[in-house]
């Protein structure tokens, strides 16, 4: 089975985020930090986590890209043993049971996204209207014969769906003073 990991390609998830996920975390879509906001008010590094941010179980920190890893039944276990405590700890399931059922949700959901080799990692890209939110995900593979990932050195993108109205400017966030993001 494969399940996600968060993964750092550059130091820039650090800035991008308020809290920024530890590389190697495993990782569910997240979208459920969302669900009582409005994200027209999102302003800053919350609204760059709403729009490209996928959350590490561990830490609850954000990671902008997660990768396809192999993983066993005793990995998916765990990961939904963790996500359910947090669910229990610090979003108000209202008890375990209750948090586990959420975190398998979760944790199937993103395993649905690892139909791609090991290895091919996957962004996400969120937008907010008329109360829904809307999910995208674009799998970013190493070219034939690379081995590795390094920033700005890749790759191949497929497209589930393009929105070209709303992107996250990375570098331009990473150069404003801190306070001042948009």
Known sequence: MKLLKTIRLDPSDTFVFDHA??????AVT???VFANSDPAALEGKER???RAGFLGVESLGWSTLVQIVNASEADRNAAIEQLAQRLYDHFGAPDIQAARAAAEEEVNFAQSLCNHEADTLIAIHRTGAEGEIREAFRTLKAR????????????????EEER???HVDLMSLAQQPQGEHK
């Open 48 to 50: 760059t986590a709403f």
């Open 21 to 26: 996920a530890e590389p190697g975390e495993w």
């Open 144 to 159: 034939a014969g690379q081995k590795t990932f390094r920033a700005f050195t890749f790759m191949d993108v497929e497209e």
């Open 164 to 166: 070209p109205d709303d």
């Open 30 to 32: 997240g979208t459920f």
